[in-house]
């Protein structure tokens, strides 16, 4: 049986890359942008009875040692989707703005923090407070979407095309310096 081994890190990632040179061609050629999600996919599977742990500053907290030990450039930090279904993103907003507050006070300061956003109506609800980059959920799974956004994939190609016209309509109406920006997950 063949047994394969993929990065769970940029460390290992480096490490992975440096064993094959086809491998770090490929990865040149593409270019990916690399974001670390551990505190959105990797929140959303802490169990329930553990997630009172998971305070805002706890997670402020796990954001810094992300950022100061990995040096991510990209870092999804939490999702919109409904708080009674994932509570344990319901300060997301909050998480968001409180670490952008801050990263505008310091030189680390960056327009690099995602937000998970599952709808149209939770990119209306915050295109106006202080988000700048949102991550949309898509699949090739229509089993997936369905039971990650209780969508078909045809019906979430049609909502990420309103959430995508939803972005240019407030970057056009807006001549800020740093644009919306968004990308699949």
Known sequence: ???????????????????????????????????????????????????????????????????????PKYIEIGSLANPKLMPIFADSLELHNSIKDDLNLTPIGNNNLFLLTPSLNAIKGVIDKKVDNFSFITSVSNAFQKKNTNKTLLETKKEIQLMCDEVQRYNNDNSA???????LY
């Open 1 to 71: 049986m063949l047994s394969k081994s993929y990065p769970k890190c940029i460390h290992s990632l480096n490490k992975w890359l440096q064993q094959r040179r086809k491998r770090q061609e490929l990865y040149n050629k593409l270019g990916p942008q690399l974001f670390d999600i551990t505190l959105r996919d990797g929140l959303q599977t802490v169990p329930k009875e553990m997630e009172h742990l998971w305070t805002t500053q706890e997670k402020k907290t796990m954001y810094y040692r992300i950022k100061f030990n990995h040096c």
């Open 177 to 183: 310096d740093k644009k919306v920006k968004t990308k």
